[in-house]
């Protein structure tokens, strides 16, 4: 069964720290990956990755896609107080249609 | 565009009655889909919808659930009869395209937060 396996499950750092978020997929026949904010409310896009863009950033913000290791990273430096949400990692093939498989989370809090 | 809308913010019910939650995709987006959140169990994809037609039900989690897109620009999911174990926040959330292109990145509203008593 494909799936989507998000770590650690919650991080607490202090600003200005810099943080990793690990997303690892199992599905066959990959097609993209999405990284998902998710504050109080609605999950925003922060950015898709494909086999040939295996490679964002945005400001304090990058990703990474490892295709070899199935697994994706998202790095966020000098983090902020504002950075403090879930982020979710969502992972899509053409087996799954048009629907995308999430992961659970990462649950990060940033403290001043 | 508003983004997606939802309707209601909050839902507080009794087990037993029926729930009725409201998407308003934004406009030309030609994928609808709907979700549920908990924290056991995370973003789970109850149904999809293309072109106003329900392509993927399977994760409609039994017969009490049921979802209806009668045209582009609105659709709802309906629990009868509702049980304590849906509480959970429901999102819709709309896309330009199918996945594996650019334009099918999804856009979700604020959410449903529903409790049953």
């Known amino acids: 069964e494909d799936k989507v396996v998000q770590s650690p499950l919650s991080l607490v750092v202090h600003e200005g720290d810099t943080v990793t978020l690990n997303c690892s997929y199992e599905v066959t026949n990959f097609r993209s990956l999405l990284w998902y904010k998710q504050e109080k409310k609605a999950p925003t896009f922060l950015f898709m990755l494909?086999?040939?863009?295996i490679e964002k950033k945005s400001g304090r913000l990058s990703s990474i896609l490892d295709k070899k290791e199935l697994s994706s990273i998202l790095n966020i430096t000098a983090t902020q107080t504002g950075d403090s949400a879930i982020y979710l990692c969502?992972?899509?093939?053409?087996?799954?249609?048009?629907?995308?498989?999430f992961g659970t989370g990462t649950s990060l809090t940033v403290i001043p | 565009d508003a983004g997606v809308i939802q309707s209601p913010r909050h839902e507080v019910t009794e087990m037993g009655q029926e729930v009725t939650l409201r998407c308003k995709p934004i406009s030309g987006h030609d994928y609808l889909f709907w979700y549920r959140q908990t924290m056991m169990r995370g973003l789970e994809l109850l149904i999809y919808f293309n072109n106003n037609v329900p392509i993927d039900d399977s994760g409609m989690p039994e017969d009490r659930f049921s979802a209806k897109m009668p045209n582009a620009s609105f659709s709802t999911l309906k629990i009868q009869p509702s049980e304590p174990r849906d509480s959970a926040v429901y999102f819709c959330?709309?896309?330009?395209?199918?996945?594996?292109?650019?334009?099918?990145?999804?856009?979700f509203g604020a959410g449903t937060r529903l409790s049953v008593l």
């Open positions: 959330a709309s896309s330009l395209q199918g996945s594996g292109r650019i334009g099918s990145i999804q856009y």
């Open positions: 494909t086999s040939s863009g």
């Open positions: 969502a992972v899509d093939s053409p087996n799954t249609g048009n629907q995308f498989y």
